[in-house]
Every structure is written in structure tokens, then in C-alpha cells.
């Protein structure tokens, strides 16, 4: 069966500091990989989005950029964290474009910039 | 204009009674609808999922889908407190990878 793991569940950060947050997939080959952000008590915003190795799609412009550098790896990074940054992310797979690509969701990662 | 949009709520139930969540989207070329649940500081799961205009029924979920009126709907029947939680609709296009997402409503079932 195909899990996600997502690390680390919490990270309090300080502005002008570096981020990495890692997601990896199991179970599967070449998925579809998303980053989500979920700000408080709002639905998920879609950041990147990838359909393969190194093809990274951007969805807004922001502070935050990510990489595919394996199949089932993918990694959001910042190199300055800014307050606005702070929200809850959650890395999602799919299967590649057939009729039934539901996403599922990893549990996410809480970051807070202070 | 955001594509889908739904009502965050929050939306609070007696135990029992029937919830019914709604949300509209503005892209004809989505066919595909689910629906996921959220619980707090969790990630989203998969609760519904449908293509055609009409219900969609699994357990107490009826999923119901108008695509002449770009609406979807969820329904929860003999809801329980353990539905508390926010639901988010979601949509995309028949040859896309990208899932769109609505805001979420936020579902409290009062015991």
C-alpha cells in the first residue's frame, strides 16, 4: 500500500532563517507530488505542483521554492522565512493522469515564523 | 473570482440532524468532484468521489452533483459528533494533474 510521510509535525522558525520540509512517497512510482499551504481557518492553496523529476510547476509567486531531486521525494525550502510564511503545509500525492487521481495528504507540517 | 467557493461556516448541528454542505465552481472544463474531510491539525482525507451529474450515495454520504449549475453538494445524514470536523470540496479538470480546492466548511455536531 502507498504511504507519505511528511517531517518534521511542528517547527517554530525564526524570521530571515532557512526551511526545508521534506515529503517522500511510498508504495508508488512516478506520482504526482503537491505542496499545500492552509492558513488558519482557510482551505488548502496550492503552491507547487510536479508530475515528474525536476519539473516543478509554481502556482503563486512567493518566498518559497521546491525541488524534486527523487521519484517520490519532494522538498519545500525558503532561504529567508518571512512571518507571512507561517501556516500549516501539507505535501499531497496522486496517481499520474488517469481518471481517478484523488490526492492524499500527508499530516502535515505547522510552521510558526516568530 | 475564485474558482470553487464555499461557505467556511462554521456550521453547527444537533447529533442527528442532516448537514448539508455546498459549494460552486466557475470552470465548466472541471468534471471531477470530491469531497475530503478534515480533522484538526490533520491532514485532509478522501470521503467522496464522483464524475456525473446526480447522488452518490456511501453510507450516511450522498454526494450530489449539478453540473448545468456548476453546484455540488454533500449531505451527512444521522450526523454524530465524531463528523465534527471542516470539509473541503474539491475539483479538476478531466486531463489535468492540479486538484482546486474550496475553502472548507467547518461542521460542529453538538451531542
Known amino acids: 500500500s502507498q504511504t507519505i510521510h511528511q517531517w518534521p509535525a511542528t517547527l517554530v522558525q525564526p524570521v530571515g532563517s532557512p526551511l526545508s520540509l521534506e515529503c517522500t512517497v511510498e508504495?508508488?512510482?512516478?506520482?504526482?507530488l503537491y505542496w499545500y499551504r492552509q492558513a488558519a481557518g482557510r482551505g488548502l492553496q496550492l503552491l507547487f505542483y510536479?508530475?515528474?523529476?525536476?519539473?516543478i510547476s509554481s502556482e503563486v509567486p512567493q518566498n518559497l521554492s521546491a525541488s524534486r531531486p527523487q521519484d517520490r521525494q519532494f522538498i519545500l525550502s525558503s532561504k529567508k522565512l518571512l512571518l507571512s510564511d507561517s501556516g500549516f503545509y501539507l505535501c499531497?500525492?496522486?496517481?499520474?493522469?488517469?481518471?481517478?487521481?484523488?490526492?492524499?495528504f500527508g499530516q502535515g507540517t505547522r510552521l510558526t515564523v516568530v | 473570482q475564485k474558482e470553487v467557493e464555499q461557505d467556511p461556516g462554521p456550521l453547527s448541528v444537533p447529533e442527528g440532524a442532516i448537514v448539508s454542505l455546498n459549494c460552486t465552481y466557475s470552470?465548466?472544463?472541471?468534471?471531477?468532484f470530491m469531497w475530503y474531510r478534515q480533522y484538526s491539525r490533520k491532514g485532509p482525507e478522501l470521503l467522496m468521489y464522483t464524475y456525473s451529474s446526480g447522488n452518490k450515495e456511501d453510507g450516511r454520504f450522498t454526494a450530489q452533483v449539478d453540473k448545468s449549475s456548476k453546484y455540488i453538494s454533500l449531505f451527512i445524514r444521522d450526523s454524530q459528533p465524531s463528523d465534527s470536523a471542516t470539509y473541503l470540496c474539491a475539483t479538476f479538470k478531466a486531463a489535468g494533474n492540479k486538484l482546486t480546492f474550496g475553502g472548507g466548511t467547518r461542521v460542529l455536531v453538538k451531542p
Open positions: 510536479s508530475v515528474g523529476i525536476g519539473q
Open positions: 508504495g508508488t512510482s512516478n506520482p504526482n
Open positions: 470552470n465548466s472544463a472541471f468534471q471531477y
Open positions: 499531497a500525492w496522486s496517481a499520474g493522469p488517469t481518471l481517478r487521481s484523488e490526492a492524499f
